[in-house]
C-alpha cells in the first residue's frame, strides 16, 4: 500500500468515488479507503432515480445543485463509458408524479410551472400507460427525471478514477485520524496512512468520524426497503411515483418498487410488513403487479440529517478537512454535482455561495 496521498476519501460508496473520479481528472493523488466492497452498501440498495424535479421541494439551492447534478449524468454516460467501458444505463422515459384527488393535483401545481413539466389528464395518461389504476386523475410528466443503476455508476466512477491514477482500498476500515503537523495520519486494518487532506463520505457511518474530528453532527440512518419484479407481458417505459413510493422500470425488464422509509433503524434486513406494504402501493399504481413474478428484495440505510440537506463543505475549524455525506434520498442524483463541489473546495475554485452556505457543516 503507498502510504501517502494528496487527498484521502473515506468512503466508496457512490458519493465517494464520484469525489475520486473528479480529483483524479485533476492529477491529485486520491485513494478511496472502504470497509467492505466499493458501492455494496447503501448505493447498492438505491433505485437510481435522478428526481431533480420529483423529490424535492424545498429551498431554490438545493434544486439548482440537485439540477445541475443530474444534467451532469447526460454526458458522463458517454464519458465514462468512453474511458472505462461501463454502462451506467440512463433509462430514459422521465416520470409521472401520480394525482389521485383534486387537493393532490393542486399540491402538483408548483411542480407544473417548471419548463420541462406538464400535465397528462386521466385519458392521456391512460394512453401513455394503459395499466394504470383507473383511480389516477391524471400526472405531472416530467421527462428529466430518468433513472440510472447506481452501482453501475459507482463502479464506473471508480474504475474511471484508477484509470487516471486513483487508489481504491476495499476491506480497509478506519478506525482513528491523528493530525501531525502538515498531514493527517490515518490508522485503517491495513495499516497507517498519510493525507494532506481527508474526505468523510461515509454515509449513516460517518458519526464516528464526526466524534473523533471534534464535531457534534449526527447522520440519522433511514431504512429503505426495495422489491423488484419481473414480466413479460408489461413493458413500463417511465417511472410511477406516489407519496414517496415509486415503480421503477429497468432496462432488463425488471420493476423495481420502493422505498420504505424507517427513521433511525441499523437493522439492514428487508421486513414482511414492509414488502407488504411497497406491493400495495404499487398495485394502487399499478394493479397488474400482483401478476408479476418477484426477482428480489433488499434494504439499506439512507443518510438523513437533522434538517434533511446534506453536509457537504469543509470542517468549520479544519480547511483540509471535508465533508460529503447526509445525502438521504438523494445520493444518486447528487453524486456528480457533489464530487464536482469538493473538487473545487480543494482547489480553492470559485464555488456557487449558496450551495456553500446550505450544505455548510455549521449551518
Keep these: 500500500m503507498n502510504k501517502k496521498f494528496d487527498v484521502v476519501v473515506i468512503g466508496g460508496g457512490i458519493i465517494g468515488c464520484s469525489i475520486a473520479y473528479y480529483l483524479a481528472k485533476e492529477n491529485i493523488n486520491v485513494a478511496v479507503l472502504e470497509g467492505q466492497q466499493v458501492g455494496q452498501k447503501t448505493t447498492k440498495a438505491a433505485a437510481g432515480m435522478l428526481g431533480a424535479h420529483s423529490e424535492w421541494d424545498h429551498s431554490e439551492s438545493f434544486f439548482t445543485f440537485a439540477r445541475n447534478s443530474q444534467l451532469t449524468y447526460f454526458h458522463l454516460q458517454e464519458e465514462l463509458k468512453e474511458l472505462c467501458g461501463i454502462d451506467i444505463e440512463l433509462k430514459k422515459g422521465g416520470i409521472f408524479k401520480l394525482a389521485y384527488t383534486d387537493l393532490e393535483k393542486k399540491q402538483l401545481t408548483p411542480l407544473l410551472t417548471q419548463t420541462s413539466a406538464r400535465w397528462y389528464n386521466e385519458e392521456e395518461l391512460k394512453e401513455q400507460i394503459p395499466g394504470i389504476h383507473p383511480n389516477i386523475i391524471g400526472a405531472a410528466y416530467i421527462e428529466d427525471d430518468v433513472n440510472v443503476l447506481p452501482v453501475s455508476v459507482c463502479n464506473a466512477f471508480c474504475k474511471g478514477a484508477q484509470i487516471l491514477g486513483a487508489s481504491i ?25 498519510e493525507a494532506k487532506t481527508i474526505v468523510v463520505a461515509s454515509g449513516v457511518w460517518s458519526n464516528p468520524l464526526f466524534g473523533q474530528l471534534g464535531l457534534h453532527h449526527e447522520i440519522i440512518p433511514v431504512k429503505g426497503e426495495c422489491i423488484s419484479v419481473r414480466s413479460e407481458k408489461v413493458a413500463l417505459k ?11 422500470p429497468r432496462n432488463d425488464g425488471r420493476l423495481v418498487i420502493g422505498a420504505t422509509m424507517v427513521d433511525n433503524e441499523w437493522n439492514e434486513k428487508p421486513s414482511l410488513g414492509g414488502i407488504e406494504s411497497l406491493i400495495q402501493s404499487a398495485k394502487k399504481m399499478l394493479p397488474e403487479i400482483q401478476d408479476m413474478k418477484i426477482d ?68
Design 238 to 248: 417511465h417511472t410511477l411515483f406516489h407519496e414517496q413510493k415509486y415503480i421503477v
Design 169 to 193: 482500498f476495499e476491506y480497509t476500515h478506519v478506525f482513528q485520524i491523528q493530525k501531525n503537523d502538515s498531514h493527517y495520519l490515518i490508522k485503517t486494518t491495513n495499516g497507517n496512512l
Design 296 to 363: 428480489s428484495f433488499w434494504a439499506g440505510l439512507r443518510p438523513r440529517t437533522l434538517d434533511y440537506n446534506p453536509f457537504i463543505g469543509t470542517h468549520p475549524e479544519e480547511d483540509q478537512i471535508l465533508f460529503a455525506t447526509g445525502h438521504f434520498r438523494n445520493g444518486i442524483l447528487l453524486a456528480p454535482a457533489t464530487g464536482k463541489l469538493i473538487r473545487d473546495l480543494i482547489l480553492k475554485r470559485k464555488v456557487n455561495r449558496n450551495w456553500i452556505e446550505a450544505f455548510k457543516i455549521n449551518r
